[in-house]
Nanobody, 119 residues
Framework: QVQLVESGGGLVQPGASLRLSCAAS????????MGWYRQAPGKQRELVAV???????NSADSVKGRFTISRDNAKNTVALQMNTLKPEDTAVYYC?????????????WGQGTQVTVSS
């Protein structure tokens, strides 16, 4: 059974930092692209950052320079370091694992962790 378990969310004030972590099991972790997505109330889920199986990273313009994604294949984890948090970062953050081949794509989601940025 595939499991992605997020941790590290919470309630913080603007300007604070949080580090989210996602622990994966049931997959050959090193073969998957890993991503962080978020969904705010009333809005669609959006990509925050992704790190490929090869280590290449990309992030949304709204978080560039503030958020950093990383992975540790030895520990089967992916992290999202979030600095200088803003109220608009408030959302449920989801961990995603995706593998693509020439003929198929498979993906998995974690349960999500709440991040609230408020004064």
């Amino acid at each position: 059974q595939v499991q992605l378990v997020e941790s590290g969310g919470g309630l913080v004030q603007p300007g604070a930092s949080l580090r989210l972590s996602c622990a994966a099991s049931g997959i050959i972790f090193s073969l998957y692209d890993m991503g962080w997505y978020r969904q705010a109330p009333g809005k669609q889920r959006e990509l925050v950052a992704v790190i490929t199986s090869g280590g290449t990273t990309n992030s949304a313009d709204s978080v560039k320079g503030r958020f950093t994604i990383s992975r540790d294949n030895a520990k089967n984890t992916v992290a999202l370091q979030m600095n200088t948090l803003k109220p608009e970062d408030t959302a449920v953050y989801y961990c995603n694992a995706e593998r693509r081949t020439r003929t198929f794509r498979e993906g998995y989601w974690g349960q999500g962790t709440q991040v609230t940025v408020s004064s």
